[in-house]
């Protein structure tokens, strides 16, 4: 089925501890192990009944938070990079939020916002336009005929151990480690 990557390339981020990175690994590999669990429970035979029903209610879940990880952990890099102003990525920026200033306002903000979930970064395929988002709860949220460009975790366990409830000095780490490559690699992807 599914296999858990491996992020210990992080390992050693400015801003982000060994043992918060290592225990938001395993929060991670959980995900991946539920995934698989999922699998193995649903049977067709079962299809119409209460834990049928449950468990297809619990993939949605259990996927979107590996794959959530996987997109957060692959967006990052020790050191971080730049934008580069001069890319595709940028200028689309610059169009849809008048500067990239702007988007980055407004992304910063959606991820200081009260709550447990996610600030992403998502271009609508059919129409191109980008929108920062919130996605709550892994499952909720998400924008449908999106790609995710860019994604940050501020689930308390993405910072708390390190930052307390200073969100906002988390945010900032995570500015710092942003693998912009990776960001215009989605972003290009997009048809």
């Known amino acids: 089925m599914y296999e858990a990557k491996n992020f210990e390339r992080l390992l050693g981020t400015d801003g982000f501890s060994d043992v918060l ?5 395993t929060l991670y590999e959980g995900y991946v192990s539920n995934t698989n669990k999922i699998h193995e429970f649903l049977k067709p035979a079962d299809v119409g009944t209460p834990p049928y ?7 949605g879940w259990e996927w979107n938070g590996m794959r959530l990880h996987e997109l957060y952990f692959g967006n990052m890099t020790k050191g971080g990079s730049d934008l580069d102003i001069k890319s595709l990525l940028a200028k689309k920026l610059e169009e849809d939020f008048g500067s ?5 306002k407004d992304f910063r903000a959606i991820g200081a916002m009260r709550g447990i979930g996610w ?3 998502a271009r609508d395929v059919e129409t191109g336009k980008l929108f920062n988002v919130w996605i709550n709860e ?24 390190d930052y307390g409830i200073k969100r906002a000095d988390y945010i900032s780490a995570f500015w710092n480690a942003i693998d ?3 960001a215009s690699e989605r972003f290009l992807a997009v048809k």
Do not use: C, P, Q, Y
């Open 53 to 59: 029903s449950e468990l297809k209610r619990r993939f």
């Open 138 to 161: 892994h499952d909720g949220g998400h924008l449908a005929g999106t790609t995710i460009i860019l994604v940050m975790d501020v689930f308390e366990h993405a910072f708390a151990l």
């Open 180 to 182: 912009w490559s990776v």
């Open 100 to 104: 990239v200033e702007n988007w980055e």
């Open 21 to 25: 990175l290592r225990n938001h690994f």
């Open 119 to 121: 600030a992403v970064l």
